[in-house]
């Protein structure tokens, strides 16, 4: 009887035990299932507030960004409970909802300290009160700059909390986790961005005294390390904000020392003296880093003129194009109409047909063009959230480029895709230059396939591959020697073919154990460039053809971090895959 009654007592311990444990199961995914809602709530509110501060609406972006808060601390209050603490603290079990808390304090962070602050900023950055036709008002960016900057560095805080959560072993936190990675460090990309453009277009744009700028116009259907071939230049003039361009002019007016004004260095010397780029003005862009050009304009300028700069902007046509598409048609004086559809093909193609025998024509024909669209852009009174998007996507495909010669300003550039320099980082890196090698324009039917994988951490170094794959798209016939012959090499080649210098920049430390072009072996040149291992060969591609350059090379395990992987802005959008295994910490 005693027996029984024991077994009936433990067989009611057991039922009650099960269904209490029944009752949490219930009650973590009734509050997981609210929590999830409520971190949903503040990513929709956030991307609201973010896009309501960008168009100026102070009021909304402050709204929209209560709201996230409200969901933020609804979300931390669920999930940071006695009970939900607890489970969380079981090893392995309890991951998922430690990593939930840890996203729940991430997001609270972000609308408290990011979203809330940046939105009472939304006015003084109102995209319509910050220009107005060719003048940008630097008094409100002078103002906003320290709490934007503030506020920045917070945003940059909650990214690196947000990358250190563990992702857990549950898929649902995992994806969680990433969808609030992503929306992080959209937050940090825009407001870092805002604040660096807070700090620098003050001071350079005149708000301490006149400003003016070497203003590059590239042409890549003829490739250069920075993107293409300067067709033509101008002189920028900023003054308190009001930006003019008072001269422009061909690449032909450009009058080239006699002798060097500048050196750079005897590893730039090593490997480009060969082309003279000190003195002929074609050549002065080879280096992929635009530093060296924009120094060898400046020193040629002051030769030229006197005048001392201070300091330069490229930018290519497909950037242009990007500008067109918001501010709209330039009519030429002759009543030709330039759009976004054909600004590319006119000033990369169809052109050199068309002035096939007047080369000077052509010329004052891209001269007029140049000069319509960037007076388009400085004076166009159309939306200016449009035109900082299109200049943006420029910027981002590495097109515009620019140069300080105040150090303070050149320091902070070199942190962005602006600077378009060689990278001092110690992580993984490469980075392909194509260099038009014959003085074709046969880059405009260039396409590129860039491919760079790693072995794993396991050693002090490991095997890497790179493959550059160029395909020559050409399947015109009749085209001038001037475009598709070979003008500027002693090589005889097929017309049509395109000559390249193909460069490569590697992992400091790398050592290049062998190079191929397709099936054999391939001659190359081997020096150091801005600290780190350059590599060079020259590739004939025939139209229609595809050509495979191959490199092995040992890279040590010691370069820590992401791979680095700039692209060099040319006509193509290239296949760029990257498979590196990030190995430790960077230091």
């Not at 361009?245 to 060097?260: H, I, K, Q, W, Y």
């Not at 709209?328 to 759009?339: M, N, Q, Y």
Request: hydrophobic share 40%; charged share 20%; proline share 5%.
């Amino acid at each position: 009887m005693i027996r029984r009654i024991a077994g009936n007592r433990a067989v009611q311990i057991v039922a009650v035990i099960v269904v209490l444990a029944a009752a949490l199961v219930a009650w973590l995914a009734y509050s997981a299932l609210k929590v999830k809602g409520d971190l949903e709530s503040v990513r929709t509110d956030a991307s609201k507030a973010r896009t309501l501060m960008l168009d100026g609406d102070q009021a909304g972006a402050s709204q929209a960004a209560a709201a996230a808060a409200d969901s933020a601390q609804a979300a931390s209050d669920r999930s940071h409970g006695i009970i939900w603490s607890a489970v969380a603290a079981i090893p392995g079990i309890g991951s998922p909802l430690e990593s939930v808390q840890q996203m729940s304090d991430a997001v609270e962070a972000l609308s408290a300290d990011v979203l809330l602050p940046a939105a009472d900023l939304a006015g003084v950055l109102n995209p319509d009160r910050l220009r107005t036709g060719n003048t940008v008002n630097l008094k409100l960016l002078r103002e906003a700059q320290p709490d934007l900057s503030k506020v920045a560095a917070r945003s940059t805080e909650v990214a690196g909390e947000v990358a250190a959560i563990d992702p857990s072993w549950l898929g649902v936190v995992a994806d969680a986790r990433t969808q609030l990675a992503e929306q992080v460090d959209a937050a940090e990309s825009t407001l870092g961005a805002t604040d660096i453009a807070a700090k620098l277009i003050p001071p350079m744009l005149g708000s301490s005294g006149p400003r003016n700028y070497f203003l590059a116009f590239q042409t890549p259907s003829e490739a250069r390390g920075t993107g293409g071939l300067v067709g033509g230049f101008g002189l920028l003039n900023a003054t308190g904000g009001r930006v003019t361009v008072p001269e422009l002019g061909a690449n032909s007016e450009f009058r080239d020392p006699a002798t060097p004004k500048i050196n750079l260095g005897p590893e730039y010397d090593s490997v480009y003296s060969y082309y003279k780029p000190y003195t002929d003005f074609r050549n002065g862009n080879l280096s992929a880093h635009f530093p060296d050009a924009a120094k060898i304009w400046l020193a040629n300028w002051r030769a030229q003129t006197g005048q001392q700069l201070d300091g330069a902007i490229a930018l290519d046509p497909i950037a242009l194009k990007y500008v067109l598409e918001v501010v709209g048609a330039v009519t030429l004086p002759g009543g030709e109409k330039i759009t976004a559809d054909n600004v590319v093909p006119i000033t990369l193609s169809t052109s050199y047909q068309r002035f096939a025998d007047d080369n000077e024509a052509r010329k004052a024909y891209l001269q007029s063009i140049s000069e319509a669209v960037v007076k388009k852009l400085i004076t166009s009174g159309g939306s200016t959230r449009g035109l900082l998007e299109a200049l943006g996507r420029g910027v981002h495909e590495r097109r515009i480029m620019v140069y300080s010669t105040t150090p303070a300003e050149q320091e902070i550039l070199e942190t962005t895709k602006l600077g378009h320099q060689i990278s001092d980082t110690d992580a993984p890196y490469l980075q392909v230059a194509i260099g038009n090698a014959s003085g074709s324009k046969l880059d405009y039917y260039l396409r590129r396939e860039i491919d760079y994988t790693s072995g794993d951490c396991s050693g002090d170094t490991r095997e890497s591959t790179i493959t550059v794959t160029l395909t020559n798209t050409l399947d015109q016939t009749g085209l001038t020697d001037y475009v598709a012959g070979g003008l500027g090499t002693e090589l005889a080649v097929q017309k049509g073919t395109n000559l390249a210098n193909v460069e490569f920049l590697a992992t400091k430390g790398a050592v290049l154990k062998e190079m191929t072009l397709g099936d054999a072996g391939a001659f190359y040149v081997e020096q150091t460039l801005h600290g780190r291992p350059y590599y060079s060969t020259r590739v004939g591609v025939a139209p229609g053809q595809s050509t495979t350059i191959t490199l092995k090379i040992d890279e040590p395990t010691s370069a820590a971090g992401e791979a680095v992987v700039p692209v060099q802005p040319l006509v193509d959008d290239p296949t760029v895959t990257v498979d590196v295994p990030a190995c430790g910490s960077r230091k």
